[in-house]
């Protein structure tokens, strides 16, 4: 089965309504392809690597989450950015992305997604900020447990090393988490009463908040903790549209 271009962009645009986010990118298609996509090729990020993988396997397009055009690039058109865009167009692959939208859904997003992994059913998860376009969560886990147990748990979801500060003995349960390059909301974190802050990166004032604050911080991966919600979006536009989907997978360690 196939589904036009069109009607693909229409349908991920009222699912993620882009428009309620001030995002640092633009949202939906960012390079057009053929009018026709039948493979479904997913992955975080558009690096080279990716778009050579996805357009070997066949993909007529491909979904991201962190694509181009970000706000404060060179707009010119040379190096890195002559190659992908040239083997975009060369193979005649439609490229959309998704950024905060796709962080956000309440289903499908980085962070629903995450939080269903570790133990949190989407009915027990809750904004970490108020207001539509928030994109943190808090809740519970099922039980207590002592933060080196659900540290190695995390690792599992990930399949990496994660960055932990804070007693491992010491038991939490109230999680706030957030994916991705999300350090700074350790304070909100703080002021909701999390016992744990879970994250992709770290800075090097996290570390002081988090020890002079008294909460766990995780930083877990960038890359790692937002391979899921690109993954359950392709499986839903596939189911939705019977369409052949991949996910690929380009490791990166930060």
């Known amino acids: 089965m196939s589904v036009a271009l069109t009607e693909l962009c229409r349908f991920l645009q ?37 778009l050579d993988e996805a357009i070997e396997w066949g993909a007529d397009a491909l979904l991201v989450h962190h694509g181009y055009f970000w706000r404060g690039e060179a707009p010119q058109v040379v190096g890195m950015k002559r190659r992908r865009l040239a083997t ?7 490229l959309l992305a998704y950024h905060l939208p796709l962080d956000a859904h309440a289903e499908l997003g980085n962070n629903a997604c995450l939080g269903r992994l570790m133990g949190i059913e989407l009915e027990n ?11 943190g969560l808090i809740g519970n886990l099922p039980q207590s447990m002592p933060a080196n147990e659900f540290v190695a748990r995390l690792e599992d979801i990930t ?31 703080v002021e909701v009463g999390a016992d744990m802050f879970v994250t992709g990166e770290a800075s090097e004032q996290t570390v002081h908040t988090a020890r002079e604050e008294g909460i766990h911080f995780v930083a877990a991966g960038h890359h790692a903790t937002e391979r899921f919600g690109v993954q359950a979006l392709g499986e839903h536009v ?7 989907h991949k996910f690929f997978d380009i490791d990166n360690p930060v």
């Not at 189911?239 to 052949?244: G, P, R, Y």
Request: with cysteine; charged share 20%; proline share 8%.
């Open 14 to 50: 009222e699912s993620l309504q882009p428009g309620q986010y001030k995002d640092y990118c633009p949202n939906g298609l960012q390079v057009e392809g053929r009018p026709a996509v039948a493979r479904l090729a997913t992955g975080v990020t558009a690096c080279q690597r990716f």
């Open 125 to 135: 998860q809750e904004p970490l900020e108020p207001g539509p376009s928030g994109i």
């Open 238 to 244: 596939a189911t939705q549209f019977s369409l052949e």
């Open 88 to 94: 975009l167009l060369n193979g005649d692959v439609s």
């Open 159 to 189: 399949g990496r090393e994660s960055l932990h500060v804070g007693d491992p003995l010491a038991v939490v349960r109230r999680l706030a988490w957030c994916t991705g390059a999300a350090q700074e909301y350790i304070d909100r974190a």
